[in-house]
């Protein structure tokens, strides 16, 4: 089965850097994607990792460990726009299976 | 401009009413996907499209249809709706399973 977790809510200041971890077990691996999901929006995408390592665009970057199940979704010089849910999700094969999503608010 | 769109944004229904969400993508895109998003539940798949005449089941399949017989088009079909179908659905599309492009989202309520 697919089992994917991730922190509920996370709180940060304007300006400064904040990592969301996700942790995933599945019955296989095809990649792992970040959405950022605003209020009442639907999701749009912010990255996708299939080989171990980290992809950096602009402010944000996401990093991918395999053999750990585990990724993070680095945000830099927060701004209060970025207040947002962000979405973690695996895809087995064909599926995709998305996290609960992890709530940040970004505060002055 | 590259969209996918779904029909209605809003509908409010009964109990066993059959109903149809609508899905449409410009982008041709050979993978399409129904989710719903339920609060403390998050985003789960109920049904996906490799390509045309190709579907499978997602996660939450129960009690939902889907047909793809043009690339561009991926509907939801709730042929018996039910209140634990109330929800927020959304379409999405992508090339080859990469990066998916989704719909505005399909306020669903049954009553």
């Known amino acids: 089965g697919q089992n994917i977790d991730q922190p509920t809510e996370m709180t940060a200041t304007e300006g400064a850097i904040v990592q969301i971890n996700c942790t995933y077990q599945?019955?296989?691996?095809?990649?792992l994607f970040w959405y950022q999901q605003h209020a009442g929006e639907a999701p749009t995408f912010l990255s996708y990792?299939?080989?171990?390592g980290l992809e950096e665009k602009g402010r944000f970057s996401s990093f991918l460990s395999r053999s750990k199940g585990y990724s993070y979704l680095l945000l830099k010089e927060l701004q209060m726009k970025d207040s947002a849910s962000y979405l973690c999700?695996?895809?087995?094969?064909?599926?995709?299976?998305f996290g609960t999503g992890t709530k940040l608010q970004v505060i002055p | 401009e590259a969209q996918v769109t779904q029909n209605p944004r809003y509908l409010i229904t009964v109990t066993g009413k059959k109903l149809t969400v609508t899905c449409s993508q410009n982008?041709?895109?050979?993978?399409m996907s129904w989710y719903r998003q339920d609060p403390g539940l998050g985003l789960r798949q109920i049904y996906y499209?490799?390509?045309?005449?190709?579907?499978d089941k997602g996660d939450v399949p129960e009690g939902y249809k889907v047909s793809r017989k043009e690339k561009r088009n991926f509907p939801l079909i709730l042929e018996s709706p039910s209140p634990n179908q109330t929800s927020l659905y959304f379409c999405?599309?992508?090339?080859?399973?990469?990066?998916?492009?989704f719909g505005p989202g399909t306020r669903l309520t049954v009553t």
């Open positions: 999405a599309s992508s090339a080859r399973g990469y990066e998916q492009y």
């Open positions: 599945t019955s296989g691996f095809n990649g």
């Open positions: 990792n299939v080989l171990d």
């Open positions: 999700a695996a895809r087995p094969y064909q599926k995709v299976t």
């Open positions: 982008m041709n895109h050979e993978y």
């Open positions: 499209s490799m390509n045309v005449e190709v579907t």
